[in-house]
């Protein structure tokens, strides 16, 4: 289902998260489940994925990951602040170790001057910190901006989880 890049990546993340004894959890906008997908399509992933919230609509944002609704109408939905209040959420929510969560403009439509298509804010939330990453990944295929948002979001789940041994 996942291609080769995304499997190898994904079972990094959990041989990771293993050796460093984390759980980890996903908060998805335009991946719609993408990322937790790649990382339970791989046998035995339930020791190491407490869950996944799909939190497509703003609405969905505020009840499943407690992002509060003034935060969304403050800087919009795909936003630095949006992305590290679904991290947090998520990681509080779930009981997670590491929670990424993701948020972006994939495409074809949807995209404006400041905020164009191919634009994903991402946040790993864990017990010290949250990061933020801005990724622009240009007017690709929606298909293709979504591959590599779940591409990013492995590849900083992963260097969390090497950061924590």
């Known amino acids: 289902m ?29 991946t719609g489940g993408l990322i937790a997908g790649a990382l339970t399509a791989i046998p035995g992933s339930s020791d190491v994925v407490n869950g996944g919230l799909v939190t497509y609509s703003n609405a969905a944002k505020s009840a499943l990951a407690g992002v509060p609704a003034e935060l969304i109408e403050a800087h919009g ?50 017990g010290h910190a949250t990061v933020h990453r801005e990724q622009r990944f240009g007017p690709l295929s929606r298909d293709e901006v979504r591959r590599l948002t779940v591409v990013t979001a492995l590849e900083i789940l992963r260097e969390a989880a090497r950061d924590a041994v």
């Open 77 to 126: 939905a795909v936003s630095e602040p949006v992305a590290r209040a679904m991290a947090e959420g998520g990681w509080m929510r779930l009981a997670a170790n590491l929670a990424i969560a993701v948020t972006g403009v994939a495409g074809p439509g949807g995209g404006s001057a400041e905020k164009p298509v191919g634009l994903v804010h991402f946040a790993c939330a864990g």
């Open 2 to 30: 996942f291609d080769a890049e995304i499997t190898e990546l994904a079972t990094e993340v959990l041989d990771a998260c293993r050796k460093a004894g984390l759980t980890v959890a996903t908060v998805e906008s335009c």
